[in-house]
């Protein structure tokens, strides 16, 4: 009986339908396949990566108009100034370069070693994207330094001196408890984090903070960046410690001879804060001599310097309400006189010499104060649509050894300000790629204004940026 049974339930089983097999999965679409693949595949999800190391960077182009502005130049990191400068010359219509940041090449790794233990680089190179040129500040200063004034075109210093790795190059160590130590040329714990914390993202073309590395390198742009720097970098839960300590000095390719910051920065939720102190010694500033002929002994490639000891206190806000993010930060910068004068003269970044009597070692007898503000907004009015608005105020203190007169006009080093105001709307059609348009106004007083042509510019401009 029971070996019927059996038989019965195998012919039952047997009339019963046949399960399908799983429908075949079609191959994933590589990221590489075609360039619109890749293009809507973002950095993070398709890198190009091999052994570890991924190279990386961004192309950004843009053209606009300046009511008073200075002719593009190929070697300034910014090309041309959207912000008012002292050179400012004529109203143009212009080529702009990197107007939402550097345009860049890199190389970046993360390599397992031991345990959770991991060894990490990253070696980049900012560029002028119309001239393929290295981006080199104090270059584009000597270019003009038998040019007058209003005949000049964009310059300014800057940490970026032509060096082969002029943005960061460094390696070093990291853990998931331990933290990050990294040794080599690295950014300052102020500049780092300020692009999180300005509604236009630090973009040269409508931040204050983006055009000029003034805030970035606590007083001077030349200490946005530390050539020979070892930086500590620890997390624990919602709070980021970090500390950097530049040792060496003018010799190793440093824009200073020592600094020391730390930083705290915390993410509660929606509100999150960025706070930064930071000290350093001997900062140079570099400017051009901006006169023909050059005054006897000095070299076509010599520079002017003002050398200061800087002390600066910076906090930055940043809160996400739905679609929109505010922002805001003040950064305090206390200028001294440096602890040396070099009478005999020094050879600055980029290797440009600075002749002996052209080294300006009292400017701060009396104590320059600048105080840096700014606010702004950012609202996404769709995922891939922002539109983004700012206001920037700086205001330095009156240090002149003497009386100011004509409003302050009469010196750099007399009261002054400088404010700005800037719109922007950006979209991303592509992951790697960013089209974006805007304005910034901007308008100096007082001592600020002092030696200048114009006191006020206008700038729109558009462009695209790609990045890969």
Known sequence: MAWAALLAWSAAAADLPTQPPPPAQPPATSCFATLYDFLTAGPEDCPLTWKGVTLYGRLDYGAGYETHGAPFNGNYPNGVDTLIKKNSNQP????????????????????????????????ENGFDPFTLQRANGPKSLVENNATPIGQQTANGDSSRAGQLFNTEGYAGLSHPTFGTLTAGRQNSLILQGLGDYDSMAAAPDFSIIGVSNIAGGGGDTENARYNTAVKY????????????????GFDQGNGSNGAFSTEVEAHLGAFSFDAVGQEVKDAVSLSNFGQYPLPAGVPANGLKATLSNKASGLLALRYEFERATIYSGWEYILFANPSDAYPDGFTAIGNYPVPAGYVNSTAYTEHKILRIFWAGIRYAIYDDLDI????????????????????GLS??????????????????????????????????????ASGYLYRVNIAPSVGVRVEF
Request: hydrophobic share 35%; with cysteine; proline share 5%.
């Open 92 to 123: 143009l219509y212009t080529i702009v370069p990197n107007g939402l940041g550097q345009s860049n090449i890199g190389v970046k790794g993360r390599e397992p070693i031991a345990s959770d233990w991991s060894l990490v680089f990253k070696f």
């Open 233 to 248: 970098d620890v997390g624990a839960g919602p709070l980021r410690f970090a500390a950097l300590y530049q040792f060496g």
């Open 411 to 448: 010196a750099s080093s007399c009261r002054g300000a400088l404010n700005a105001y800037s719109a922007m709307i950006d979209w991303r059609p592509l992951k790697r790629v960013t089209a974006y348009g805007g304005v910034m106004w901007s308008q100096v007083t007082g001592g600020l």
């Open 388 to 407: 983004a608005g700012a206001y920037y105020h700086y205001y330095q203190n009156d240090y002149n050894t003497s009386p100011c007169t004509d409003g």
